[in-house]
């Protein structure tokens, strides 16, 4: 249980550890490549290490601490598995997505195993997708969810369409593998893509690895095949996702924080869009080239469509609640599909503090104003619903979160930095 200290105006500075996205995709880039990559700025985390794991299964060796991971690449040359190797990636959705299409560049026989709530989070589309491009993979407790079962000698190629509307890491996914598969690969996608910038961010960390991707949008992607990953030294910039919490903190309290190792001009992460809307809320916001200022303000609710920043919803709804009006979030239905079911665990844990929260199909109407009161709060063991509730425990005294955690899923560091607040 962590009980959260009211603050009535914060000044402080926080360093935003490494970016898990951009970690996830390093770590698979490096571990298909020849020779020894250094990951720098690198986030250690439980979801990262679940890929960390999972490639180490697959013959890659990694030395991870903290701060960096060392990781001597396989140049695509994957153990042979003898019999039937279990890989267990947790809860990691990123891990579970990303390696399936990594593991079925290998040749034997995996089942990926994971907890039980990955088991409710849909898959199939993907399965499908690595079926059609030559690798055999099943679902084998249920159709379109893991487990997976895949008996593999590679991945031949050749043209796959997936529908945009559940996961960006599909495509994800099949473009980190496509670079070695036997022929070209084409992805077409039918529908509109959500959470659009994790792509971006994929095909960015490729290109830093040597590979080109063809694309036109976010409609088709051409991966010629034959190409190898090179081995190189990157630095991992921090973690917008994770520093919205600190944003969050100096706008429902009327304080400033800074966050460094976050570059808002040159970033791919989508989640930076979040300091928009904190501006049309009624915070300032001051942009260089390494952090980001936040002055808290009189705020304001507002009407948004956040389907590229899907993981910004918990932040926003707990900034919304101290906001004059109402603020309606649209176009998230894939939220249902996280850690939790985060609309319906939004609406659950708010009411009990006493907001007014009305759940939507693909979103939420959050009622800023209503009076709050402290209780013990379940976050659903979902990292972002902490770090959120967090974020109301500092202008509502008495907010107690079970099972703190759960927030080591991408930011272990999260309590440490909170408490230094001031």
């Known amino acids: 249980m962590k009980a959260i200290r009211i603050r009535s105006s914060i000044n402080e500075t926080a360093t935003i550890p490494g970016s898990k996205s951009i970690t996830h995709r390093a770590l698979i880039a490096a571990a298909l490549a020849d020779g020894e990559s250094l990951l720098k700025g690198s986030l250690s985390c439980e979801d ?7 490639l180490r299964e ?23 598995a003898s019999g039937i190797r279990s890989i267990y990636l947790g809860n990691s959705g990123t891990s579970y997505r990303l390696l399936l299409s990594t593991v079925s560049l290998a040749k034997g026989r995996y089942i990926l195993n994971c907890t039980p709530r990955m088991q409710q989070r849909p898959v199939g589309e993907l399965v499908k997708a690595l079926n059609k491009l030559g690798a055999k993979a099943t679902c084998t407790a249920k159709e379109e969810f893991p487990p997976v079962y895949i008996n593999t000698k590679g991945i031949r190629g050749g043209r796959v369409e997936l529908r945009g509307e559940q996961s960006s890491q599909f495509v994800s996914s099949l473009l980190l593998a496509a670079p070695y598969a036997e022929k ?6 039918s529908g509109a893509l ?6 971006d961010i994929t095909i960015d960390v490729m290109r830093r690895f040597g590979i080109q991707v063809h694309r036109e949008g976010y409609r088709s992607f051409k991966i010629p095949g034959g190409q190898r ?4 030294n990157i630095s991992i910039e921090g973690d917008v996702s994770n520093a919205s919490y600190f944003w969050a903190a100096a706008a429902v309290t009327g304080g400033t924080v800074t966050t460094r190792n976050i570059n808002p001009y040159n970033t791919r992460q989508g989640d930076i869009a979040f300091l928009d809307i904190l501006e049309q809320m009624g915070s300032r916001v001051e942009r260089e080239k390494d952090q980001v200022t936040i002055h808290g303000g009189a705020l304001s609710g507002i009407e948004v469509d956040m389907n590229e920043m899907p993981d910004m919803v918990p932040t926003l709804a707990a900034v919304a609640l101290f906001a004059r009006g109402k603020t309606v979030v649209r176009n998230v239905q894939h939220l249902r599909h996280k850690e939790s079911d985060r609309l319906s665990s939004i609406v659950l844990e708010w009411s009990r503090l006493g907001g007014k929260v009305e759940e939507l199909p693909d979103g939420l109407i959050i009622h800023g104003g209503k009076p709050l009161s402290g209780i013990a709060v379940d976050p659903h063991d979902d990292h972002r619903m902490a770090m959120s509730l967090a974020v109301v425990g500092l202008k509502v005294p008495g907010v ?14 999260f309590w440490q930095l909170w408490d230094k607040l001031q």
């Not at 070209?184 to 996608?189: L, M, P, S």
């Not at 990953?229 to 190189?232: F, K, L, M, R, T």
């Not at 107690?400 to 560091?413: D, H, L, Y």
Request: proline content about 3%.
């Open 184 to 189: 070209d690969t084409e992805i077409q996608i």
């Open 229 to 232: 990953y090179a081995s190189c």
């Open 58 to 80: 697959l013959g890659a060796r990694i030395v991870a601490n903290e701060n960096n991971m060392k990781v001597i690449g396989t140049g695509g040359r994957f153990e042979h």
């Open 48 to 54: 990262t290490l679940y890929t960390v794991n999972g």
């Open 400 to 413: 107690v979160i079970a099972n703190e955690g759960c927030v080591k899923k991408s930011f272990p560091q």
């Open 194 to 199: 959500i959470s659009r910038p994790y792509v």
